[in-house]
């Protein structure tokens, strides 16, 4: 479990938004080089990494981006404007501290807007959109942002650390998805220590937030013969929501996507579900059916490649998704990794 939590430590503190996860990508090949055989970097980003075996070829993938934000252009007093990278509920953004990724080196920032004392009483009910937001990195000019490496294109990312809380939960940003790419190290290291007869594809992909982009360029690469994703996914145990939105607690195990998106996304295959509930019997793995009407993850671009990727998903349950202060428990990475390790063993009985 220990390891478990440094690793996610070590990738919820590090930084990497859709079309830039080059650091995500060395953290990710650095951790499962001791489980693989190969290791390339495709054309886009991607990274692929391959255990040598037989069929069925088995294709594990979780997304190495976070979202974020970009600098659109600097104004004349050196306030930095910016669009969003990735699904922002922009009341997460206003008053947060940011980093942004300049080629000079990073900068600190801090997103403000037009105070309430300064806004009129109907303003005030109003939610602050992003658009009306700017980031004050302390320039005092647009030539003194430049100097200082910021121009437009400039990634940025939220500056938040990753702590603990009690009963092995723990918080920070970009959970969503670096605790499935956490999951799918744990997995690929139980994983060498079996017996286990298949090729596994172990993924990294990019730009998930933005389009499912990496999923669908790598699958069709690869062209395995299933393939399992993780990811995180709504928990519906705090206050604000109801059990008819989500019935997914944390702490209760991983969950096992059956359908999302109300069907638009991935309606997984049915021999793929009886796999992953059967290996969760057999290995008394506690795991939570999942049934959501909406967001939908890489499974969707994969299991529509070519002529079709029998395909599911091993989610850990989170709260407060696309926050700066996601939470998860630990344990229920655990038991994912375990699940698809044991899937991954068992995977030429059923296939």
């Known amino acids: 479990m220990e390891q478990i939590n440094e690793n996610l430590q070590l990738f919820s503190n590090a930084h990497g938004v859709s079309g ?24 886009l980003g ?17 997304h190495m981006d976070e979202i974020g934000l970009m600098s659109k252009y600097i104004d004349d007093k050196g306030f930095v404007h910016f669009v969003k990278l990735g699904g922002w509920f922009d009341q997460t953004l206003h008053s947060q501290r940011v980093i942004l990724h300049t080629e000079k080196g990073d900068i600190y920032g801090v997103i403000g807007a037009k105070p309430p004392h300064a806004m009129k ?19 005092k000019d647009d030539k003194d942002a430049e100097a200082m490496g910021v121009i437009p294109g400039v990634p940025i990312t939220l500056d938040r650390q990753f702590v603990r809380l009690a009963n092995n939960r723990v918080t920070g940003k970009s959970f969503d998805d670096r605790a ?18 298949s090729t596994v594809y172990a993924v990294g992909t990019v730009q998930e937030e933005v389009g499912l982009k990496g999923a669908r360029t790598s699958a069709f690469g690869l062209d395995p013969d299933l393939a399992l994703v993780t990811d995180v996914t709504v928990s519906g145990d705090h206050p604000g929501i109801e059990k008819k939105h989500s019935a997914i607690e944390i702490g209760k195990g991983p969950a096992i996507t059956i359908s999302d998106a109300g069907g638009r996304g991935l309606i997984a295959t049915e021999k793929v579900i009886k796999w992953l509930k ?18 939908t993850t890489d499974a969707t671009a994969i299991h529509l490649t070519k002529c079709g990727i029998p395909s599911s998903v091993i989610s850990v349950p989170s709260r407060y998704i696309h926050s700066p202060v996601e939470v998860v428990d630990l344990e229920d990475i655990k038991k994912g990794a375990e699940l698809l390790a044991r899937a991954v063993e068992s995977a030429a009985r059923f296939f």
């Open 20 to 43: 830039y996860e080059g650091n995500i990508r060395q953290l990710l090949e650095d951790k499962l080089r001791p489980y693989v055989d190969d290791i390339k970097v495709d054309k």
């Open 46 to 62: 991607n990274l692929i990494t391959t255990r040598n075996g037989s069929s069925p070829s088995i294709m594990i993938a979780a």
């Open 121 to 139: 009483e109907e303003e005030r009910k109003k939610m602050v959109e992003a658009e009306n937001m700017f980031i004050d990195i302390g320039a």
């Open 180 to 197: 499935g790419c956490v999951l799918m190290i744990e997995a690929m290291r139980i994983i060498s220590e079996l017996d286990v007869s």
């Open 278 to 295: 059967e290996t969760a019997k057999q290995h008394n793995i506690d795991i939570q059916p999942e049934v959501a009407d909406g967001g």
